[in-house]
């Protein structure tokens, strides 16, 4: 019987997105994506989900679509096949919960896109990232989106067209990478992580990641002006007086989401 391509749990507010195509390196295929994409709109609308962790079973995240998907393909088809595939970038850049990338052994390709298009990424020290599609005679445009806004035009010029591959702690040295952890500490690491952030107060959560996107694409002066209005609407809400009140009283915050 064929295991389900993504698995998904939610534990302690942490919602959990499991790749579980280990024995094809967690490659994507049309049914893998629109999995990944429905799993990660499902975690949006529970409320029980503050945090969302993209995690892969097997020895690599994942290295990529499945090459075997490109063959037969006319150009409509294979344009219509690529944005289904590619969904998830959008979703994760539209998203108003934290998501974090925890990632082994190989990301390249799609694969290293997911990280990138990650809010943050925890990395194991064994771990290779690279956007390697030119060494079989494709291209890495999708991870070239989130990859271009972490590293800058001539590094992402340079990755996506020579498709050389990294290791964690120069992925990290870039900005693609945020926690650099032993191999056998991937899952307490990334654990620790999330725990910091569903400690804090849900609603400050989203309208500091609402924020941060807003920023991406309006000019600095403009950029100043919506954020002064977002964190104003936030420090009417109760949150907003409960985290103050607890950190004057010096005990933990009780958070209402309101």
């Known amino acids: 019987m064929t295991e389900t391509p993504i698995l998904s749990r939610v534990e302690h507010h942490i919602g959990y997105i499991t790749l579980n195509r280990p024995q094809a390196l967690?490659?994507?295929?049309?049914?893998?994506?629109?999995?990944?994409?429905?799993?990660?709109?499902a975690m949006e609308r529970d409320d029980d989900v503050r945090v969302i962790v993209i995690e892969a079973r097997g020895k690599h995240f994942s290295v990529g679509?499945?090459?075997?998907?490109?063959?037969?393909k006319t150009p409509l088809e294979?344009?219509?096949?690529?944005?289904?595939?590619?969904?998830f970038y959008?979703?994760?850049?539209?998203l108003n919960k934290p998501t974090i990338a925890a990632v082994q052994g190989y990301a390249a390709a799609n694969g290293a896109g997911l990280s990138f298009a990650c809010d943050m990424t925890v990395a194991t020290e064994s771990a290779v990232f690279g956007?390697?599609?030119?060494?079989?005679?494709?291209?890495?445009?999708?991870?070239?989106?989130?990859?271009?806004?972490?590293?800058?035009?001539?590094?992402?010029?340079?990755?996506?067209?020579?498709?050389?591959?990294?290791?964690?702690?120069?992925?990290?040295?870039?900005?693609?990478?945020?926690?650099?952890v032993a191999d056998d500490a991937l899952a307490a690491e990334t654990l620790k992580l999330a725990q910091t952030l569903t400690a804090k107060s849900?609603?400050?959560?989203r309208a500091g990641k609402e924020g941060l996107r807003r920023l991406q694409d309006v000019p600095y002066?403009?950029?100043?002006?919506?954020?002064?209005?977002?964190?104003?609407?936030?420090?009417?809400?109760?949150?907003?007086?409960e985290g103050i009140s607890a950190f004057l009283e010096k005990r933990s915050a009780q958070w209402q989401e309101c």
Request: aromatic share 6%; hydrophobic share 45%; with cysteine.
């Open 26 to 41: 967690n490659t994507f295929t049309p049914e893998f994506s629109d999995l990944l994409d429905q799993s990660l709109w």
């Open 65 to 72: 679509i499945s090459l075997e998907e490109f063959r037969g």
């Open 78 to 87: 294979a344009r219509r096949f690529l944005h289904r595939i590619d969904a």
């Open 90 to 94: 959008h979703t994760l850049n539209r």
């Open 131 to 180: 956007t390697t599609a030119i060494n079989v005679g494709l291209i890495c445009l999708g991870p070239a989106v989130p990859l271009l806004r972490l590293v800058g035009r001539k590094k992402a010029m340079e990755m996506v067209l020579t498709g050389e591959t990294m290791s964690a702690t120069e992925a990290q040295r870039l900005g693609l990478v945020n926690r650099v």
């Open 202 to 205: 849900p609603l400050a959560l």
């Open 221 to 241: 002066h403009q950029g100043l002006e919506n954020m002064d209005d977002l964190f104003a609407a936030l420090t009417t809400c109760s949150d907003a007086e």
